[in-house]
């Protein structure tokens, strides 16, 4: 019992951290994740298990970000239906094919999202012209084919997200940074958002087909909200470029660690 509060005590600050690294970065996993393993759960079902919290920086940052994500309601549909049915998929072959080949390939797709990211940092959405289209994922000047391979791409990332999950949200980032009209702070909420429905998703299917270490789960989560509750609020508040650079280059030095982790 008392190892068990020595537990609960540590993880709801490392779930604090976690959630304000997730709101604010998509960056998460590079917290939670290493808390559980530290706890003594066996990798996959600490995998499982950080899925599972992760819904509750979801929860946190939708609380917080009522004003962001009030205007965009068709857009949140739009890309839910991407990341909620990648997620599925991801879900389904997490279960079936468990992958130690897969971890090879993450830390590039962490790299290249990182230098996406960081492509984009002299682009800002806050002072565009007044005859500007409204805040939207999608740019009516854009080709229907362009469209096409960004929804794919976001597809990918709700499979990527319900399958692995470690910097799943770096890599939406990316991709709304360099195709939106939204300033940071709105795609930010929208990424939180439908991230943690993918989450929620991939949690059902763990749910049933899996095990969740509940009583590890419960602090991290709570840890997890009040996180992302604080993470939106911090975001309104910091320069676009500067949070753009911060979260490339920790991006970036994630896909190092995880290349010596998988090749060394």
């Not at 300033?183 to 969740?212: E, R």
Request: proline share 4%.
């Amino acid at each position: 019992m008392t190892e068990y509060w020595q537990h609960f005590l540590f993880l709801i600050p490392m779930g604090i951290l976690a959630g304000i690294v997730s709101s604010t970065a998509g960056l998460a996993s590079l917290i939670s994740y290493p808390a559980l393993l530290a706890v003594g759960v066996p990798s996959i079902y600490a995998n499982v298990t950080n899925t599972a919290a992760l819904v509750m920086t979801g929860l946190g940052t939708t609380v917080s970000s009522r004003k962001e994500l009030g205007n965009h309601r068709a857009d949140i549909i739009k890309i839910l239906l991407f990341t909620v049915g990648g997620s599925i998929l991801g879900a389904w072959l997490l279960l079936s094919a468990p992958a130690t080949t897969f971890e090879k390939i993450v830390p590039f797709f962490v790299l290249v999202a990182g230098l996406l990211l960081l492509s984009q940092i002299n682009k800002s959405n806050h002072n565009r012209p007044a005859s500007a289209n409204r805040e939207s994922i999608e740019n009516d000047d854009q080709h229907p084919l362009y469209r096409v391979v960004v929804s794919i791409g976001i597809l990918l990332v709700g499979v990527y997200c319900g399958y692995f999950g470690a910097a799943g949200g770096v890599l939406l980032l990316a991709i709304l940074s360099a195709t939106t009209t939204m300033s940071f702070a709105s795609y930010n909420a929208l990424k939180n958002l439908s991230l943690g429905c993918a989450n929620l998703v991939a949690t059902i299917i763990y749910i049933l087909s899996s095990h969740i270490y509940w009583s590890l789960m419960v602090p991290l989560g709570i840890g997890l909200f009040i996180g992302g509750w604080i993470g939106p609020r911090i975001v309104r508040r910091l320069p676009e470029r500067l949070l753009k650079i911060v979260i490339s280059l920790a991006a970036i030095a994630l896909a190092v660690d995880l290349f010596v982790t998988a090749y060394f």
